[in-house]
């Protein structure tokens, strides 16, 4: 299992510094963005646009994620611990006993396969 940790990427010290306007400006209009084993513990991440993002083994013990649309992203791995989640829409991938496991427990988000 991969450690959460700090990248070396403008747009993840944006995310860090939780300046999302910044963030939601400067991100490009196409193509994944690459923010996997990050480190988002205790941030405050309402309102970023997460489309295309890749949280692959991210970390996001306490975060805010309440109202974002993860739809379109990858959480493959991701721990939710203790995350706010109200409003969040969640890959289809994932079932609500996947996240609620990962909120309470702290483990590991599994995607179902088709």
């Known amino acids: 299992m991969t450690q959460p ?3 070396d990427n403008p ?18 209009k196409d193509g994944p963005i690459d923010l996997c084993n990050g480190d988002f513990r205790g941030l405050d991440l309402r309102n970023l646009d997460v489309s295309r ?17 993860l739809r379109d992203t990858c959480m493959r791995g991701a721990s939710l611990a203790h995350a706010q989640i109200s409003g969040a829409y969640f890959p289809e ?12 427990f702290g483990t590991r ?6």
């Open 5 to 7: 940790r700090q990248l």
């Open 11 to 28: 747009l993840y010290r944006l995310i860090r510094n939780e300046d999302i306007k910044d963030f939601n400006a400067q991100k490009a």
């Open 109 to 114: 988000l599994r995607y179902r396969t088709k």
């Open 93 to 104: 991938e994932l079932s609500a006993d996947e996240i609620l496991m990962s909120m309470n």
């Open 53 to 69: 993002v890749l949280f692959t083994d991210a970390y996001f013990r306490g975060a805010d994620l309440r109202g974002l649309d």
